[in-house]
């Protein structure tokens, strides 16, 4: 079982995150933060990851720092859950229509962080969720996994479209990369011999 279990704690939130990648969708999501639990939500169910995120965080100031931190904290839970990477297949694409909305990821679990961000996102807000936390998100993620990741969105104009497209793209990708090929599973999918 690829499993991990994560505390992080600052100044700014406590978090707890519990995640198999092996999973069947299932989530427990708490981070008082309603449009970040909803997008969470949709990533375990979309990738079939069993994810419990759990976080206190300074949200009478904003949402910033709880939606970063937990995406810091998520990728460090998958780099812990895939440990040494054998078998994995490494390289994951999707693209996703959702009604106006297409949106294309793709990533490779390469060990070096790049983010290419090419989201067009028309509104500041999702209620009362400022947009911009997306790329702040993602950006914490990558950089702790640490995983190449590019999200290009092909067409749309709504803002809850093309969010609620990404999480669910990224999702499909990752599960894609993070799956084990049975005839490569005692190798590392690299010439290098490690990723």
Do not use: W
Request: glycine share 10%; charged share 25%.
């Amino acid at each position: 079982m690829r499993t991990s279990s994560i505390k992080r704690n600052t100044e700014e939130t406590k978090i707890e995150i519990e995640l198999n990648i092996d999973g069947t969708g299932k989530s427990v999501i708490d981070t008082k933060v309603g449009f970040l639990n909803h997008m969470l939500t949709l990533f375990a169910r979309h990738g079939r990851f069993d994810l419990k995120v759990i976080c206190d965080g300074d949200i009478d100031v904003d949402d910033h720092h709880t939606t970063e931190d937990v995406g810091i904290a998520l990728g460090q839970a998958f780099k812990e859950a895939v440990g040494d990477k054998k078998g994995i297949t490494r390289y994951g694409f999707f693209i996703l229509p959702m009604d106006e909305t297409m949106i294309l990821t793709s990533l490779d679990i390469s060990g070096r962080d790049y983010l290419g961000y090419g989201l067009k996102i028309p509104t500041a807000q999702v209620g009362t969720f400022d947009t911009e936390l997306i790329k702040e998100f993602f950006l914490g993620f990558v950089r702790n996994f640490p995983i190449t990741l590019h999200i290009d969105q092909l067409a749309g104009e709504n803002t809850h479209h093309i969010i609620e497209g990404t999480f669910k793209c990224f999702a499909r990708s990752l599960s894609q990369a993070l799956a084990i090929q049975e005839a490569y599973k005692d190798e590392v999918p690299s010439t290098k011999g490690v990723l």
